[in-house]
């Protein structure tokens, strides 16, 4: 499992910081959490990690729809899967 690590700036940070922020972003791979008026405001992460999350994200999106299917009975044998694509790779 993954566990991001977070850092918490205010917003001043960002605007007077910002290349320290980002380079603790990619570097550190941390996730830095900007505050206004001390309350979470605004979460800032590498563009690496940010696609990195969104790829796991949508596995376990994919990962759920199949578990939903095997509960649900709407399964075939593995036979008449790979039949299946053989087929459409025949015909693509």
């Known amino acids: 499992m993954l566990a991001l690590k977070e850092a918490i ?3 001043a940070d960002l605007r007077n910081h910002y290349n320290d922020i ?4 990619k570097e550190n791979k941390e ?3 900007i505050t206004v008026n001390g309350r979470c ?3 800032t992460l590498s563009y690496e990690e940010y696609q990195n999350m969104k790829a796991r994200i949508e596995l376990l999106e994919i990962l759920a729809e199949a578990d939903d299917d095997v509960k649900n009975n709407r399964v075939a044998p593995i036979t008449e899967t790979f039949d299946d694509l053989r087929k459409m790779l025949q015909e693509g």
């Open 41 to 43: 405001d605004t979460f």
């Open 22 to 25: 980002s380079k603790q972003c």
């Open 31 to 33: 996730a830095v959490i």
């Open 9 to 11: 700036r205010p917003s």
